[in-house]
């Protein structure tokens, strides 16, 4: 089969976990046997590829008539927005840019990760082909153009205006399509979703990510004070502020280590705000293959998110590598954490039982390991071949389908 992936971000342009997880799938499926091309983004006209072979997949990298390329989405200039928005969805060059790659490469099916950045003007070109697709849900775009519905340090109660006549035009070209389908990692991102927009009209389920993490390179070493790991963004919708007030609450009466890896537009004030001192230090980002180092040397993954996180790839791997999580008991994350089992949850935004969480953790080092070795029991839950079939028997029911599917109860089938 010939299959078209449509992602804005692809690596290595990339800002997360959910671009990683349309590599992933891209590259699983070339496996199998598929013919995969990629339509992307690119940052300037010199970086631009059209139909190169990496890899051994087809890749379109443009440069589209936004005003700034997606990648530079979290930097650009607040003014300059609401023009980009506009662009994205009216431009008229969106939908002729996406038509010359579907006639150079002729897809079976096309595979949307994220065409926020692309168009979204371009889906009525590919309904127009007539090919049936898949959309990936990595976020909640199709409801919100910050495609979180977080905002100003709050998750947001409602649509705005603006939110709500973008989904709308949304929901007319999705409803140009004769065959598509939605998947998402998480059950609580497609509820959350299917309240803003019409899902049930169409197939749709919840499949995990089919993902493949790099191993950590050495042994475990044994260390006494307990080693905290935080990796993500530094941004609001993170709530690392939160996990380092929590820490800093604590550390003149217990032993541990935090170590923070990641970048972002918090960066430099917490930095400022928390000096680095014997029990923290930040790191900064770091290439994927050392993360799993890290990851290796931690006891616990603290994942503090104040937004609907969907389904975080940093706690499928922790959990994949027997890591226990502390997490915050929203979006996704109560569906991968075992409470009292793998790790703990904990109310998201609230100090006080934050600082209590990490008190009880730091004070029962055998508690620890005991979700240590739950989460060990467990590895092989989220296998990647298991889960792309499951992706690829979804994509032929849409293939075949002529009208809405429910939900999947079990997203570990």
């Avoid at 969805?89 to 994220?114: G, K, M, Q, S, T």
Wanted: aromatic letters at 8%; hydrophobic letters at 45%; charged letters at 25%.
């Amino acid at each position: 089969m010939r299959i078209l992936v449509v992602a804005a971000l692809y690596p290595p342009d990339s800002r997360g976990g959910a671009e990683n997880s349309a590599a992933n799938l891209t590259r699983w499926l070339a496996r199998q046997g598929h013919e995969m091309a990629v339509l992307t983004t690119a940052g300037s006209p010199a970086e631009e590829l059209h139909g190169v072979e990496v890899d051994g997949i087809r890749i379109w990298r443009l440069r589209t008539a936004h005003l700034y390329p997606a990648r530079d989405a979290p930097i650009a200039a607040r003014w300059k927005k609401p023009i980009w928005h506009l662009q994205d969805h009216a431009d008229p060059r969106n939908p002729r840019l996406v038509a010359r790659v579907i006639e150079a490469f002729r897809p079976d099916f096309v595979n949307i990760h994220f065409v926020q950045g692309i168009g979204y003007n371009a889906l009525w070109e590919i309904a127009r082909a007539g090919v049936p697709t898949l959309f990936l849900l990595h976020d909640l775009g199709l409801a919100c153009m910050r495609m979180s519905m977080f905002r100003d340090g709050a998750n947001c109660a409602r649509q705005c205006l603006g939110c709500r006549i973008s989904s709308r035009y949304k929901a007319a070209l999705i409803a140009r399509f004769e065959r598509i389908g939605f998947c998402s990692p998480s059950r609580a991102n497609l509820a959350a979703l299917s309240a803003l927009f019409p899902i049930a009209r169409y197939p749709h389920t919840s499949i995990p990510n089919p993902n493949l993490y790099d191993r950590p390179g050495g042994q475990r070493s044994i260390s006494d004070p307990v080693r905290l790991l935080y990796v993500g963004r530094l941004h609001r919708s993170k709530g690392v502020e939160l996990l380092l007030d929590a820490a800093a609450a604590l550390a003149a009466t217990h032993r541990f280590e935090l170590t923070i890896l990641g970048g972002g537009p918090e960066a430099t004030r917490l930095q400022q705000r928390y000096p680095a001192s014997s029990w923290l230090r930040f790191l900064g980002h770091v290439p994927e293959a050392e993360v799993a180092d890290f990851m290796g040397d931690a006891d616990l993954l603290c994942v503090p998110s104040l937004w609907q996180e969907n389904w975080p790839g940093v706690v499928v791997r922790a959990l994949e590598m027997g890591l226990p999580v502390l997490a915050s008991d929203i979006g996704g994350l109560p569906e991968l954490i075992d409470r009292g089992r793998t790790g703990d949850l904990v109310p998201a935004g609230d100090r006080a039982a934050w600082i209590a969480a990490l008190g009880r953790v730091l004070e029962n080092p055998l508690e620890l390991a005991r979700w240590r070795r739950n989460a060990e029991a467990i590895r092989g839950r989220y296998d990647q071949d298991r889960l792309g079939e499951r992706m690829l028997a979804f994509m032929a029911a849409i293939a075949g389908s002529s009208g809405p599917a429910r939900e999947t109860d079990d997203p570990e089938g």
